[in-house]
DNA sequence: GCTTACTGGGTACGCTGTACGGGGTAGTCG
DNA sequence: CGACTACCCCGTACAGCGTACCCAGTAAGC
């Protein structure tokens, strides 16, 4: 599974091709495909599939043309990425939130996972200069809202929603990484723990590691327990909402 | 930059790599080269280049020899990744710390940045199920040892060492992501942003997007002013360590 | 000295993104 | 109406990737 990185592409066509800001021609036959209908097809593999399947030919296939076509509608598999990017992030569901600053951002928290868990591409091409497109904005609107009017400045807004969506983002990661290692060698965490356990001993694992073997065995034993992914993902974030708050209360001294 | 995916090769016989366990040959050539020689020569490349740079073609002649050689002390790309991982796990620096839990844990994220500031193309290949060798075990023990006995369980223990390596992992991605986009574009953010308001003001950004327009011209003017980096990374992190702090008062009550 | 396990590495296959250029089509202008 | 030309689709080609396969050469064991 490989991952690439967004905002590889020119920022400038990108954002053309984001905001749909592209001179229409007038002479010449009908384009036979439009922008969107290459980035559905794109997300439809990189959905159905994964991040590394998805290649120019791929998605031609998938439209019935061939790979140069793609070309016609996007300067390049980077910016085609970008329009991805800002195309899932404009189905961010955005659901107004009655209640105080917590509630909100743990709304947020989890839509955002819930986006990463419907296209989990996103956890392997988020970038930390994503193009500026309406659904990107949409998006990081929704998420200010969350903390304006609480007593923090601009910046501390960004890093707060950024400190979430951090934390978001690395939790899903974990859990999907987790269960994809699971689907692809068919052993659970705690077979792999106990295949391994004896070469690990014979290392001399628990005698130079005393804390990593007692604390891994724990928490490879715990981990297809009932309370798995949903308990821990809260535990996370209640301990970054917790975080907020002190700084909160720090800050109204 | 395109990033990798550890763990995608046979997770045992990186294990055998890492723990030095292949059975030695007794007859035919010495072998020119070893393990270690290879992943020294792959981790100086992705040191000096980046992750993309990084071939076996490429590792081949940075050690002279051809490229199908490689695959006499490698089983393949993946399992080279779990073992230049493992190696530079092995150079985190482990200092002791005296001060309670705080300080060590403090102690740990610095370490993990400047790690991830030394070799950057740990970024983009860290994985959440990373092979256990043993650069990696003394990592984590050392890590678990700052949580050790004060109250948590062993589940709480790794999810909070968790917490704050994501957050690291999250807030250094993103300042190594914004230099580079910098260095290789030569533009800074604020004069991207400078650039690009006309485009969004005519769409009606401010309109539409009050908030994200209003605080996303701040950040990009703060972004370069004298504290930088430093402070917003201690700022993220203060608030994961109150959340712990949160964590462990409402367990003593 | 023969056998045999092993090393180095050349060649080749299928994959990638995409530069280039050719042939067909449709709207515009003399 | 014919010519022009902008625009469409896309076949070919190239450089690069990971690596399967295979063969020649080497050195240890019998």
Redesign the interface.
Known sequence: ?????S??GD?AKS?ELL?GLQSKPTRGPKPALTVDQVCAAAVRIADSENLSALSMRRVADELGVGAMTLYRYVPGKAELLDVMLDSVYGEFPRRPVDGDWRAKLQEVALENRELYLRHPWLL?VA???PP?GPGL??K??YE??AV?GIGLT???????I??VN??V???V??AV??KQ?IQS?GITDKE?WLA?AP??EK?G?AQ?????S???T??GE?FDAPYDSDF?FS??L??????????LSAKQL
Chains 1, 2 share one sequence.
């Open positions: 599974m490989n991952s690439e990185y905002g590889a920022p954002l905001w392997y970038s930390s200069r500026l904005m949409a990081y609107e200010l809202e304006e601009d910046v501390e807004m960004d890093a707060a950024a400190l951090g934390y983002h690395g939790a990661r974990s990484d987790a290692v060698s792999w391994h070469l690990l290392i694992d130079k590691f005393p804390l990593a007692r604390v891994g724990t928490v715990e821990l535990f996370g209640d301990r970054v909402l917790d975080g907020i708050a002190a700084l």
